[in-house]
C-alpha cells in the first residue's frame, strides 16, 4: 500500500477548490477589498504558501472605500497626532538601528525592529480612549510610541541608563508605560494574549467600559496560548481585541510553513468570535476594524480578532542585513530580497502621507514640520540617554522583591495555612 505525507495530502485536496481569489471577512468594513490568495496548483490555494509575502503586496495607494472614508473623518488633530507617531516610531528605530550598527557605540541586547509594521500598532491605537489597554511583543517600540511612549525612558533604556523605562535594568523588551495603559512589552511569544484577557476581565468586573489590545505575531497565533485566550474571553465576553500582526516571519521560519488553515483568522471563526483579515500596511483600514470590534468589546459583545498583513523590513532581532542611512535588511537566507524591496515600496508611512495630502487633510509644509519635529525629539532623546547616569550597583536588587508594609500573608490570607 503506498502512502501520502500530510502536505501532500493537504496540496491534493486543495486543487479540487475552484477559485483563487478570497474575499476577506473584512470586504464589509473596508470597502470592499479583495485580499488576493496565491494559486498553489491548478485550484484554489487552500492554505498560506511560501512567497505569499509576494502574492499579499498591497496597493501602493490606500484604497478609496468605506475604510478610507471613516478614516478621514476622524478629527484633523487626530490623524495628525497618528502620524506624528508613526513617523517618530520609524525615526526613532532607524536611528536606533543606525547606533546599533556603529560597533564605537557600544549598544548591546536584543533589538526587535517594528520598521514596516507602524500602521497597525497606530490604526489600532487612534481606534482607542487614553485609558485603554494595550500588551505590547517583544517587537515593542511601535506600540509604545503609537499609546504615547516616552521616547526620553525608551532611548535611556535601550542605552540602559538610570532614567530608562525600567531604570536599565530591563533593555529593549520589557518597556513599561502603566500609567499609560501600556502594560508592556515582553519576551515570552503569546504572553500578551493572557496579559490583555486579564486586563479585559478586570475591566468587566470594574465595570470600566476600557478595552484590552493584544499585539502578537503570526508566530504567537500558533501558541497554544492563543486560542485559550480567545475561548475563554469568548466565554465571558471579555472586551478584549486580539491583533495578529501577520508579517509572514516566525524568527527564521517562514510563516506559511507551519500555518494550516487559509488564513490565520480562520483560527478563531470556530468560536463565534468575529475574525477578519486587513491590510496592515493601511493605517485606514486597521482603524476601521478596530473601532468596530471596539464598539462590540465596550457594548459587552464580547472579543474580536484582527489578522493584519504586513510586513517587517528588517531581521528578526537586530542588525544583520542592515547598512546605516538604508532601509531595510537583505540577504537572509529565509526570505526573498524582492519581497523586502516589494514591501519597501508599500510603506504604510508614505501611504498614509499621501492619504493625507489627497484628502486636503494636511499640507506638505505642515507633514515636514511633523518629520522635523519628529527628528528633533528622537535625537534629544539620545542626547538625553547618553546625559542619563548608570544604575548604580547598590541598586541592584531594588524591585526585586515586593517592597512595603504588606507581609505576603496579607496577600494570600484567605489560601495561608493557619500556623499556630
Ligand atoms: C514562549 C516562547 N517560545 C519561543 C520563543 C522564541 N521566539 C522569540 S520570537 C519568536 C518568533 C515570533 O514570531 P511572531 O510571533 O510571528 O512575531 P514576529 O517576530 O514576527 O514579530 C520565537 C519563536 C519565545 N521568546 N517565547
Known sequence: MSTIDRRTLLRTLGSAGATAAFVSPSTAQTGGKTITLAA??????????PADDLKFLPPQKIPAGRAADV????PRQKLLVTYERMVKSRKWETRMKDLFLDRSQGLYGAFHIYVGQEAIANGVVAALNDDDYIV????????LVAKGGDLD????????KETGANHGYGGSMHMVEMDKGILG???IVGASFYIAAGAAYSALVRK?????VAFAGDGAANSVYYFSAVRNSAMY?????????????????????VTPTRQISDYTKGLGVPSVTVDGNDVASMYTATHQAVERARAGEGPSVIEAITFRWYDHAGVAGAKAGADGAFGLEYRSDEAVRQWIARDPIARFRTFLLERKL???SELAAIDAGAQRAVDSSIEFARRSPDPRPEDGLKNVYAQGSVAPTQFFGAMAPETN
Open 40 to 49: 498553489a496548483g491548478p485550484g484554489a490555494n487552500p492554505r498560506y504558501v
Open 136 to 143: 505590547s511583543t517583544h517587537r515593542g517600540h511601535g506600540h
Open 71 to 74: 478614516f478621514a473623518a476622524v
Open 185 to 187: 512589552m515582553n519576551g
Open 208 to 212: 470600566t467600559k476600557q478595552v484590552a
Open 153 to 160: 525612558k525608551m532611548s535611556a533604556e535601550i542605552f540602559f
Open 362 to 364: 494636511a499640507s506638505d
Open 237 to 257: 465576553k471579555l472586551p478584549a481585541i486580539f491583533v495578529i500582526e501577520n508579517n509572514f516571519q516566525q524568527q527564521g521560519v517562514p510563516m506559511a510553513t
